[in-house]
């Protein structure tokens, strides 16, 4: 007799009785019941991961002995760089704070941007963008192409540098100023060698040759423009004759020549 053939329809039919009766069961329980057992298994599993990845971060943090520091420098000093990082290191390999690291570098004179990478196994990199010299500030600072003033003090600016001046404060201001209108004079056959702003608010512009442009205080931007379309043509030519341009007209402008006063273009009233 195949005893399997006799029993097996039973067997089955019991196995569906079991799970019909498990499903049942989870049914009545109350839910708060099962949702601490899932939370109590969650709990289980999260502090085993802490436990495990604190142990590697153990294992992983020796200390740092290494500082590679990486760059095109013309300015700044590779000991500079890593004498920083050693000096405010706080951590190991893996809990060294180097986003601190990092401003901390890019505080020295010259640095304009400082990337940091931990380097397997005890090493941390620093890769380092040197500031660009855009323009002279004043007697001995030096501002950036975002019109930032980044380094005072220095004794021996670059002389080919346009020179911009004006109030405490006032870098950005000023810097804006210039970037605005040098390419428009390029256009022209003019180049920019200053531009300033005294205390009161006006606005002076110097090109090279020596001819000084004063737009004052008032409609800057429509004088600009006016200077740009109108006495541009006439000063280009010209510019070993003439002292200075006057902008400060309602609806035109003045010429002082080097050798005369006589010539001047002049229209309106002046309004400083």
């Known amino acids: 007799m195949d ?20 499903r049942r069961a989870v049914q009545e329980t109350p839910s708060s019941t099962i949702n601490w057992a899932r939370w ?11 436990a495990v990845i604190g142990g590697l971060v153990m294992a992983m943090d020796r200390p740092v002995q290494h500082v590679f520091v990486e760059g095109t420098f013309q300015r700044v000093r590779a000991g500079d760089v890593e004498r920083v990082v050693r000096r405010n290191l706080t951590g190991g ?28 196994p005890n090493g941390v990199v620093v890769s380092i963008t040197e ?31 346009p020179l911009l001046a004006g109030p405490v404060g006032s870098e950005w201001q000023v810097a804006q100023r210039f970037f605005s209108i040098q ?25 090279v040759g020596g001819v000084v442009v004063r737009f004052g205080r008032r ?15 006439v000063v280009q030519p010209r510019t070993a004759e003439i002292a200075y341009v006057d902008m400060r007209y309602s ?22």
């Open 93 to 120: 390999f893996v809990t060294s704070n180097l986003r601190s690291l990092r401003t901390q570098v890019e505080s020295l004179a010259w640095v304009d941007r400082a990337r940091l990478q931990r380097r397997w």
């Open 131 to 161: 500031q660009v010299a855009a323009a002279r500030w004043d007697a001995d600072g030096l501002l950036n192409a975002r019109g930032e003033l980044f380094v005072v003090g220095v004794q021996h600016p670059p002389p080919e540098l």
């Open 183 to 207: 390419s428009r004079l390029a256009e022209r056959g003019l180049r920019v060698a200053a531009v300033r702003l005294d205390a009161r608010g006006a606005w002076e512009l110097e090109l």
């Open 40 to 50: 109590g298994l969650h709990g289980a599993i999260v502090t085993l991961a802490f």
């Open 219 to 233: 409609q800057v931007d429509e004088r600009i423009q006016r200077f740009l379309d109108v006495a541009a043509g």
């Open 251 to 272: 609806n035109g402008f003045s010429i002082g020549w080097r050798t005369r006063d006589a010539g001047a273009t002049k229209d309106g009233q002046a309004d400083v």
């Open 3 to 22: 005893v399997g053939a006799l029993f097996g329809p039973f067997d089955r039919w019991l196995k569906r009785r079991a799970r019909q009766r498990a």
